[in-house]
């Protein structure tokens, strides 16, 4: 098939899919992911992140985790579903749906709901065991190039 009379989406899918069907990640790949989640699993448009909870995530002597630490894997999961290495949140809307405590593994699944030229809508569902703990909207902007590169460019000009 020519190159023009591929979809946008076919053009992705072989990008980021590998000769034997795997996937790379190609986004957020020095995350220190004992802190914002382990990848388990990654599929154009879906990624999945395990998110074992640890002491140093406690905030009080009953041992509840710091909201900051799920919002983090939620993040991960939603950029690694979208899977660009300039893929910058611009915004999101997240519940807190139950508290987490050290020794819970919350599973994140995140699904790329939309996609048009540069913006993505990322939704994010985190389990603990069967009890919905987290659930929100991601919405994220894939950059011509790196967020950081793109102000050293602007400096340069001014």
């Known amino acids: 098939m020519a190159e023009e009379n591929r979809t946008d989406e076919e053009l992705d899918t072989e990008a980021t899919t590998g000769?034997?069907?795997?996937?790379?990640?190609?986004?957020?790949?020095?995350?220190?992911?004992?802190l914002c989640g382990t990848l388990v699993e990654l599929r154009p448009g879906f990624a999945k992140v395990e998110l074992d909870t640890?002491?140093?995530m406690v905030v009080d002597e009953m041992g509840l985790?710091?909201?900051?630490?799920?919002f983090a894997a939620a993040d991960f999961a939603a950029m690694a579903a979208v899977n660009d290495p300039n893929v910058v949140l611009v915004s999101s809307e997240c519940r807190f749906l139950s508290p987490v405590k050290v020794g819970d593994r919350v599973?994140?699944?995140?699904?790329?709901?939309?996609?048009?030229?540069?913006?993505?809508?990322?939704?994010?569902?985190?389990?603990f065991e069967d009890i919905k703990v987290f659930e929100g909207e991601f919405m994220a902007v894939v950059l011509e190039r790196h967020v950081l590169k793109l102000k050293l460019v602007k400096d340069e000009n001014e």
């Open 19 to 34: 000769p034997d069907g795997s996937v790379e990640l190609r986004t957020h790949q020095r995350i220190d992911q004992s």
């Open 54 to 56: 640890t002491r140093e």
């Open 65 to 70: 985790v710091h909201g900051g630490f799920t």
């Open 107 to 127: 599973v994140f699944e995140a699904k790329e709901l939309y996609k048009e030229a540069r913006k993505r809508n990322v939704h994010v569902v985190g389990y």
